[in-house]
């Protein structure tokens, strides 16, 4: 099976898909873990001014 690309995170043992890469093909996103699990995911995106 083919996957999508994108942001993907294991929890319990099962793959989960977060989001899609950003629209511009320019950003970050980071999650955060408590007690060794993912707990959040925040997605950033990056304006490139200077093209």
Known sequence: MEKKDGVYIRINGEEKFIT???????????????????????????IKLNK
Do not use: D, I, L
């Open 20 to 46: 899609k890469p950003p629209s511009n093909g320019f950003g970050q996103t980071t999650v955060s873990w408590a007690n060794g699990k993912p707990t959040t995911a925040e997605n950033k995106e990056t």
